[in-house]
């Protein structure tokens, strides 16, 4: 029989430290969806995801009740839209349109994919989408936006990079009597994973099966209590290869709850992302791990070394516990929906510098970061910059998700409710890169040797 | 090969007359079995785990989770599938 042990360690994982399957996400090519026709295309777009999601929810809560584990979100990503648009030009909102009805329909509470990659240059359909990405996420719900602007191979197109500082301004403005949620939607990437589960930034990547099945595993409360019961003085080694176990042990449940509800719902098994994605709930919280590492508040010198050992125990033991590890997996640092990482911003201790320190050694990048409401668009598009160009010279998935806060300055904080939190206006630098962003063109591509 | 679907109860609380048989009764009423019991009682406290056969179980694990809780008033319940065990403690 099962060791007590064990039973308990598990029932205190969900029960008190908040595990959870942060998202099952089914990932739906819709490259056969597409169609001269605008409204023939939405229209198939439409019946495919309601087609094949349809009991995504339904899946996701009978599996939950099974095994007992909370199933926080079911979503789901599609094909980048601008390839659809690109095929049946017209006006791309219709898609998103589409996209939030099916979502609704089927009732996830997200839906990814109304995307662009154009790290190396735009083609039919990207200038058209990125251009409506403000409106498509005014007069949208649950349809997510996300646009991979840079990668190792190709460089940064810095023409994509100054019109991403624009288009965030604009969601941000279209949406300010609704806490700028527009901006939330919204996600500028380099390097981008075609196999991410996690909003806002998944989409289906080209590269994939016609519909997959991926889940997304969460667990900070589990790992910060783990270390809360080890002894002060453990040594950094032992701390990381607790938190290799205790990652194993999150992903395993991903692991058993993704095949199990790829069988049910008749489609392939993804992947498993595990990442360390907090709440803005008590004991879920990243930046509370760092802490119990042993920094006095999130942001303290010593952040960025904490975080790079955290983000490489957490791959190490998902690696080990599944075969088909991907998406993202590491640690998310998003500020508003991390209480630490609020605190931290509240009390000034965390900077969007030590943020954009943290982000060359942790999952993804700059997430969830209000900034003051009067910032010009080339200083978003010039933090667009900044960190694409640390994903490119690293070899890895950054990203920007910035909220500029209409009509608030530094101090005051936007509210988004549920998962996405809140946040307080974080200070930026307010001399002007505009005349390198103006230049646009492209940064080329790295040297892949001579590394120093 | 194990056709057997199990699931594991847990019952932890104050000792009282007559836990394990109300949980028991419990179980039986869901038409699923005991295959092993295990318990101890420390001072006051009293842990039980219950792994039982599920295979043919009438209902859902919730409900037979709410039903024991219903008779166990003040005490923790909680039933889970063996599978996310043996997924998690087994390499």
Same mark, same amino acid.
């Given at each position: 029989?099962?060791? *007590?042990?064990?039973?308990?360690?598990?029932?205190?994982?969900?029960?008190?430290?908040?595990?959870?399957?942060?998202?099952?996400?089914? $990932?739906?090519?819709?490259?056969?969806?597409?169609?001269?026709?605008?409204?023939?295309?939405?229209?198939?777009?439409?019946?495919?995801?309601?087609?094949?999601?349809?009991?995504?929810?339904?899946?996701?809560?009978?599996?939950?009740?099974?095994?007992?584990? /909370?199933?926080?979100?079911?979503?789901?990503?599609?094909?980048?839209?601008?390839?659809?648009?690109?095929?049946?030009?017209?006006?791309?909102?219709?898609?998103?349109?589409?996209?939030?009805? =099916?979502?609704?329909?089927?009732?996830?509470?997200?839906?990814?994919?109304?995307?662009?990659?154009?790290?190396?240059?735009?083609?039919?359909?990207?200038?058209?989408?990125?251009?409506?990405?403000?409106?498509?996420?005014?007069?949208?719900?649950? @349809?997510?936006?996300?646009?991979?602007?840079?990668?190792?191979?190709?460089?940064?197109?810095?023409?994509?990079?100054?019109?991403?500082?624009?288009?965030?301004?604009?969601?941000?403005?279209?949406?300010?009597?609704?806490?700028?949620?527009?901006?939330?939607?919204?996600?500028?990437?380099?390097?981008? @994973?075609?196999?991410?589960?996690? +909003?806002?930034?998944?989409?289906?990547?080209?590269?994939?099966?016609?519909?997959?099945?991926?889940?997304?595993?969460? $667990?900070?409360?589990?790992?910060?209590?783990?270390? =809360?019961? +080890?002894?002060?003085?453990?040594?950094?080694?032992?701390?990381?290869? *607790?938190?290799?176990?205790?990652?194993?042990?999150?992903?395993?449940?991903?692991?058993?709850?993704?095949?199990?509800?790829?069988?049910?719902?008749?489609?392939?098994?993804?992947?498993?992302?595990?990442?360390?994605?907090? *709440?803005?709930?008590?004991?879920?919280?990243?930046?509370?791990?760092?802490?119990?590492?042993?920094?006095?508040?999130?942001?303290?010198?010593?952040?960025?070394?904490?975080?790079?050992?955290?983000?490489?125990?957490?791959?190490?033991?998902?690696?080990?516990?599944?075969?088909?590890?991907?998406?993202?997996?590491?640690?998310?640092?998003?500020?508003?929906?991390?209480?630490?990482?609020?605190?931290? =911003?509240?009390?000034?201790?965390?900077?969007?510098?030590?943020?954009?320190?943290?982000?060359?050694?942790?999952?993804?990048?700059?997430?969830?970061?209000?900034?003051?409401?009067?910032?010009?668009?080339?200083?978003?598009?010039?933090?667009?910059?900044?960190?694409?160009?640390?994903?490119?010279?690293?070899?890895?998935?950054?990203?920007?998700?910035?909220?500029?806060?209409?009509?608030?300055?530094?101090?005051?904080?936007?509210?988004? $409710?549920?998962?996405?939190?809140?946040?307080?206006?974080? #200070?930026?630098? *307010? #001399?002007?890169?505009? #005349?390198?962003?103006?230049?646009?063109?492209?940064? /080329? =591509?790295?040297?892949?040797?001579?590394?120093? | 090969?194990?056709? &057997?679907?199990?699931?594991?109860?847990?019952?932890?609380?104050?000792?009282?007359?007559?836990?394990?048989?109300?949980?028991?009764?419990?179980?039986?009423?869901?038409?699923?079995?005991?295959?092993?019991?295990?318990?101890?009682?420390?001072?006051?406290?009293?842990?039980?785990?219950?792994?039982?056969?599920?295979? &043919?179980?009438?209902?859902?694990?919730?409900?037979?989770?709410?039903?024991?809780? &219903?008779?166990?008033?003040?005490?923790?319940?909680?039933?889970?599938?063996?599978?996310?065990?043996?997924?998690?403690?087994?390499?």
């Amino acid at each position: 029989m099962l060791n *007590t042990s064990d039973i308990m360690e598990t029932i205190s994982m969900i029960r008190d430290n908040n595990l959870d399957i942060r998202t099952t996400t089914m $990932g739906i090519s819709l490259l056969d969806c597409a169609d001269t026709d605008i409204d023939k295309s939405c229209t198939k777009v439409y019946d495919k995801i309601c087609r094949l999601a349809g009991n995504l929810v339904a899946t996701g809560d009978d599996i939950a009740a099974k095994y007992g584990i /909370p199933i926080v979100n079911k979503r789901v990503s599609v094909t980048p839209i601008s390839m659809l648009a690109g095929i049946s030009g017209g006006d791309p909102v219709k898609y998103a349109k589409a996209l939030d009805r =099916a979502a609704h329909e089927i009732g996830v509470n997200f839906i990814g994919g109304y995307s662009a990659l154009v790290q190396k240059g735009f083609s039919a359909g990207d200038l058209e989408l990125i251009e409506s990405i403000p409106r498509a996420l005014a007069e949208t719900e649950l @349809v997510c936006s996300s646009v991979n602007v840079g990668s190792t191979r190709a460089g940064i197109n810095m023409d994509a990079v100054r019109l991403m500082g624009e288009k965030i301004r604009l969601a941000a403005e279209l949406t300010k009597d609704n806490q700028c949620i527009g901006a939330a939607k919204l996600v500028v990437f380099c390097n981008a @994973v075609e196999d991410n589960p996690f +909003m806002a930034g998944a989409f289906h990547g080209v590269g994939e099966a016609d519909h997959v099945l991926s889940v997304g595993v969460s $667990g900070p409360g589990v790992v910060r209590s783990v270390l =809360a019961a +080890m002894p002060d003085d453990a040594p950094l080694d032992v701390v990381a290869e *607790t938190i290799k176990k205790t990652a194993f042990k999150i992903t395993r449940v991903g692991q058993l709850v993704g095949s199990e509800a790829a069988a049910r719902l008749n489609t392939q098994f993804g992947i498993v992302d595990l990442s360390l994605a907090p *709440t803005p709930a008590v004991g879920d919280s990243v930046a509370h791990i760092l802490e119990e590492i042993g920094l006095e508040q999130c942001g303290a010198h010593g952040t960025t070394a904490a975080l790079a050992m955290l983000n490489d125990a957490v791959k190490k033991g998902g690696v080990m516990a599944s075969s088909s590890v991907g998406g993202l997996s590491g640690a998310f640092i998003p500020v508003s929906e991390d209480a630490g990482m609020i605190d931290a =911003a509240r009390e000034g201790t965390l900077s969007i510098e030590k943020l954009e320190a943290m982000t060359a050694v942790c999952s993804v990048g700059l997430d969830m970061i209000v900034v003051p409401g009067d910032t010009p668009s080339e200083v978003i598009s010039a933090i667009i910059a900044d960190e694409a160009a640390i994903g490119m010279v690293n070899s890895k998935t950054t990203a920007v998700r910035l909220i500029p806060a209409i009509g608030l300055a530094e101090g005051e904080e936007l509210n988004f $409710g549920g998962l996405l939190g809140y946040g307080p206006v974080m #200070k930026l630098r *307010t #001399k002007s890169p505009a #005349k390198m962003i103006m230049r646009g063109g492209r940064i /080329p =591509a790295p040297l892949q040797s001579l590394k120093n | 090969m194990d056709t &057997q679907e199990k699931a594991v109860i847990t019952v932890v609380g104050k000792n009282a007359i007559g836990i394990l048989a109300k949980a028991a009764t419990c179980v039986a009423d869901a038409n699923t079995s005991v295959i092993q019991v295990s318990q101890i009682v420390m001072d006051e406290f009293f842990t039980m785990n219950m792994l039982v056969d599920i295979s &043919q179980i009438r209902g859902s694990i919730q409900d037979l989770e709410n039903d024991i809780k &219903q008779h166990l008033p003040g005490i923790e319940v909680h039933v889970m599938h063996e599978n996310i065990f043996n997924s998690m403690h087994t390499i």
